[in-house]
Every structure is written in C-alpha cells, then in structure tokens.
C-alpha cells in the first residue's frame, strides 16, 4: 500500500514534466525565433531563368538569313534565340521580373555561335576549283588574283597545283582572302576545325 501510494505522486510529476516540455516548445516555435526560423526555410530566393535546368525551359531555332545561311542579327560571331519556361515556372525574367509563366512568354534570350560570311559560297568555289583550277578561277574566286594568274600561266602547276587546291579547298583549308567563312547551308554538313591550345584540356588516354 506504501509503496502504491509512493508511485502515484511521481506518475503525476512525470506527467506534469512531460506536459512543460511540451507548451515550452510550442511557445518556442510560435515565438519570434521559430517564426523567423521558418520564414528562412520558406523564403528561398527566385532563380533567374537563365539559370533554369534543362527541361525546365525550350528554345526556338534561330531564324536563318536565306543569302548568308547564319542567324539573323549575327553579331560578332553570336546571335540570340528566346527561350521559353516551362508551364508553372516561377523566375526572373531578363528584367528581373519575378512572373509565373504558362510556356507562351520568354524568359530570357540564349546565345548560339554564328559565323562571319562575305558572300564566298563554299558550292562556287568547290566548283571553280574541281572544272576550272587549272586556269586559277578558283584563287580569282577567293581574292588570291596572284596565285590565279601563276596557275593561270603554268595551266595549274601542269594540274598538281589544281589538284592540291581541290583538295585544301574541299577540306575548307583555304578559304576567302578576307578571313570570313564560306557560305554553307546551315542545317547542311559542315567541318569544324579542332585546334590545340594552351586553354584546351587534353585528357590521357588510357589503353587495355
């Protein structure tokens, strides 16, 4: 009986502890802390949307100039295309307009490369070069007037100079005078030259 006695009034101090613990933490989490606790969990900042993840946002094909085959408004070697986000994306536009898209509106304006061209259609001089190289049409073409006249009257190094020249013209070696790039259907087959520099990182290879 003394010992039943004994256990009731600690049953009820555990109880009354447990039931403290409980209204500190509520006045806690209800107070300023837990309110600027939650207010800094809840508030994560806006992304912009050209920081967007793939799939979050879709971009249009630049629209092709028809005489050059390059973007339009191709501008030191780059042009701009709209991207649009995705439905319910929320971010900041290219004015820093925080706005909830519904995929029709543009949230910012992607870079693409273009290149500079000076009207040297790289069909015309491929042309000139494999039926008329050994008259120098070819380098006449291109704005190279001496090395035209040279083969002109060697009828092209007795063909070995027109046959290098066809083949460093087909390969996109020698182009214009000018340094611009060859007229090339954009959405056609082109060659892209790879070079080596301080910048560029070369991986060792590893064989079997």
């Not at 209800?30 to 992304?47: C, K, Q, R």
């Not at 971010?91 to 898209?101: A, I, P, R, V, Y």
């Not at 500079?116 to 190289?133: H, P, Q």
Request: hydrophobic share 40%.
């Amino acid at each position: 009986m003394a010992a039943a006695r004994a256990s009731r009034p600690m049953s009820l101090d555990c109880v009354a502890a447990q039931l403290f613990g409980v209204l500190w933490l509520a006045a806690v989490a209800s107070g300023p802390w837990g309110v600027a606790a939650s207010a800094a969990a809840g508030a994560e900042e806006t992304p912009r949307c050209e920081d967007l993840r793939m799939g979050q946002y879709i971009c249009k094909d630049p629209k092709i100039n028809d005489a050059t085959q390059e973007p339009v408004n191709c501008t030191n070697y780059t042009a701009h295309v709209p991207c649009l986000p995705a439905p319910n994306i929320i971010c900041k536009d290219s004015s820093g307009n925080e706005t909830h898209f519904t995929g029709k509106e543009v949230g910012f304006y992607k870079v693409v490369p273009c290149r500079n061209v000076n009207g040297y259609s790289y069909k015309v001089a491929v042309a000139l070069s494999l039926f008329l190289g050994w008259l120098g049409a070819d380098r006449f073409y291109l704005g190279y007037p001496a090395l035209g006249l040279l083969k002109f009257c060697t009828v092209g190094f007795c063909g070995i100079g027109s046959l290098i020249d066809f083949i460093l013209i087909s390969m996109q070696i020698v182009g214009p005078s000018d340094g611009s790039s060859y007229i090339i259907d954009y959405y056609g087959t082109r060659l892209i030259r790879l070079s080596i520099t301080n910048e560029t990182f070369r991986k060792t290879q590893l064989y079997p």
